[in-house]
């Protein structure tokens, strides 16, 4: 069983930054596959980014491309979003989630694990 907690979060002006972190314990972390996902009030969980096993393999919304960037630390159990130039619709829940299957995607049904997710608001 995976434990996923996410931290981070806050209240930034749009234009600004935010690194959020997943630390992930009670599993082999470098084996699962990770993502960000996020959720607006009203609106379905919305995939942001994934990440592969090693690091190397990483995949993006087309909304975020060139603005955030997903990476992982292996060695600390550790997953991060670096988010730049936000925008008042980047506010949302964001929640780190891990899957044991390779090639997990962007479906929120393909990941096993969640965490209890992180509030982002951008105020304009």
């Known amino acids: 069983q995976v434990q996923l907690v996410e931290s981070g979060g806050g209240l930034v002006q749009a234009g600004g930054s935010l690194r959020l972190s997943c630390a992930a314990s009670?599993?082999?972390?470098?084996?699962?596959?990770m993502a960000w996902f996020r959720q607006a009030p009203g609106k379905e969980r919305e995939f942001v980014a994934g990440?592969?096993?090693?690091?190397?393999?990483?995949y993006y919304v087309d909304s975020v491309k060139g603005r955030f960037t997903i990476s992982r630390d292996n060695a600390k159990n550790t997953v991060y979003l670096q988010m730049n130039s936000l925008k008042p619709e980047d506010t949302a829940v964001y929640f780190c989630?891990?899957?044991?299957?390779?090639?997990?995607?962007?479906?929120?049904?393909?990941?096993?694990?969640w965490g209890q997710g992180t509030q982002v608001t951008v105020s304009s």
């Open positions: 989630a891990a899957s044991p299957v390779y090639g997990a995607y962007n479906f929120a049904s393909q990941y096993d694990y």
């Open positions: 009670g599993g082999t972390f470098s084996r699962y596959a």
């Open positions: 990440i592969k096993w090693t690091g190397v393999i990483t």
